[in-house]
Each structure stands twice: as structure tokens, then as C-alpha cells.
Nanobody
């Protein structure tokens, strides 16, 4: 499975961005999908997860109510709609796929990772 993230950019605080992660070369529909992010000098952190069929979603407390994860299995794509962005959301955002049986926030649960896309929020 190959994952390609896109949609990052520079936005002012309070603005919105939508990230996309397109999958190729595998059975996308089998996998739970997550977004993680990593800011300079900080460890990678979990942002959001969606089950294989989109039936359940989970979010980090820091983004709850502002970010929405969704997927379109017909297009082999997962999305992250980010609203009310804050400067502390600045990071490289990466998507990940896995048959997640444990903690969705643990990066050890994921077998496939896309390259990151930079999100920068100015104050």
C-alpha cells in the first residue's frame, strides 16, 4: 500500500485546510486510517482515526470539535478537514494505514505510512 498525502499549506489562525491521503496498490478498504502530526522538536502525535468502513472515528482531545476525519473507499482516499486552526496545529501531517487491533493512537499499530504534508498556521 502506498499513501500520498496532500493539501497542506500556510493559513492564518482561524482558517481551514483539508488534507487528503490517496492510497494505491492495496486493499484500502481493509484498513483503519489515521492522521498523525509532528512539530519541530516534538514527538509524533496522534490526531484522528477512522475505521475501515467509516463507522467510527476517534480524535485527540486537542483537535476534537475542530477536525473531522472521513474516507471515500470508492476513491481510496481519506480526508482530514481542519477548521479553526491554531498556531499550535503547525506540524507535518502524515497518514497511516493498518489493521488496527490495539490503541488507535499508537503508531506501532500501523503498517503503512505516507510522506508528510506541511501545515503552517500563522498567528
Amino acid at each position: 500500500v502506498q499513501l500520498q498525502a496532500s493539501g497542506g499549506g500556510l493559513v492564518q489562525a482561524g482558517g481551514s485546510l483539508r488534507l487528503s491521503c490517496a492510497s494505491a496498490g492495496g486493499a484500502f478498504w481493509r484498513y483503519g486510517m489515521s492522521w498523525f502530526r509532528q512539530a519541530p522538536g516534538r514527538e509524533r502525535e496522534f490526531v484522528a482515526f477512522i475505521t475501515w468502513n467509516g463507522g467510527s472515528t476517534y480524535y485527540a482531545d486537542s483537535v476534537k470539535g475542530r477536525f473531522t476525519i472521513s474516507r471515500d473507499n470508492a476513491k481510496n482516499t481519506v480526508y482530514l478537514q481542519m477548521n479553526s486552526l491554531k498556531p499550535e496545529d503547525t506540524a507535518v501531517y502524515s497518514c497511516a494505514a493498518g489493521v488496527v487491533r490495539g490503541a488507535v493512537y499508537s503508531d506501532h499499530e500501523y503498517d503503512y505510512w505516507g510522506q508528510g504534508t506541511q501545515v503552517t498556521v500563522s498567528s
